[in-house]
């Protein structure tokens, strides 16, 4: 057991040095889609119908609805997977909210496999801007800042970093990562588990250009 958790918490750090280099593309996400229901979403989607349903699409998109710093204080706890796309265009290219649902519907049995739930990972940032969290029952500890901008946010420890991007959601908030970083995590710790291996969620990168997956957060 110590040695799953040694070889999970390394894995955990490929995933944060790796989202780090994901900085470029939030500051172009933020300058593009910097209202809600704007741009190509307002004026492509909004004929689709109610206000509510242009919102939903763009929680989709990171960075069309900014978050404060005082809006991510507290603990979030993880309870289903979650998607964002970098940009409205790559959103509207996927298929909008019907693609969304199809990489939820595919992350859901691999984080199950995996041994995901609200009691082993969770997020609790401080206002001092402190914060611990456990992914997967791996816990981590140090630093984080938030760049309204961007949508990013970054978490520094001792040994690590790592970066991400928050989107508002009805229930609370979604952190997303680089796909293939995540789940090339999540593929080392099924295998040391003894789970099966994750081929369909190995292809999400591939088959959802500019899709960013992880976690859909609740307080």
Same mark, same amino acid.
């Given at each position: 057991m110590k040695k799953i958790t040694i070889i999970g918490a390394a894995c955990l750090c490929m995933l944060m040095s790796g989202c780090g280099?994901?900085?470029t593309t939030g500051t172009t996400t933020g300058s593009t889609s910097s209202s809600n229901g704007g741009g190509l979403l307002g004026s492509v989607l909004g004929a689709l119908g109610s206000a509510s349903t242009v919102n939903s699409l763009a929680n989709? +998109?990171?960075g069309s609805v900014k978050l404060s710093e005082s809006d991510l204080y507290g603990t979030w706890k993880y309870q289903e997977p979650a998607c964002a796309f970098t940009s409205e265009n790559l959103l509207a290219k996927a298929g909008g909210a019907v693609a969304a649902a199809q990489v939820n519907e595919k992350l859901l049995p691999a984080?199950?496999? +995996?041994?995901?739930?609200?009691?082993?990972t969770y997020f609790t940032f401080n206002k001092d801007h402190s914060f611990e969290a456990k992914?997967?029952?791996i816990p981590l500890s140090g630093s984080w800042t938030y760049d309204q901008a961007t949508s990013a946010v970054k978490m520094k420890s001792l040994l690590m970093s790592?970066?991400?991007?928050?989107t508002r959601t009805t229930s609370g908030l979604s952190y997303t990562f680089e796909s293939k970083k995540l789940l090339t995590v999540l593929q080392t710790l099924s295998s040391l588990s003894g789970n099966s291996t994750l081929h369909t969620v190995g292809n999400l990168s591939k088959n959802y250009e500019g899709v960013r997956v992880g976690f859909d957060m609740k307080k």
């Open positions: 280099a994901l900085g989709l +998109v990171i984080y199950n496999q +995996v041994g995901i739930k609200s009691s082993n992914v997967n029952g790592m970066t991400g991007y928050v």
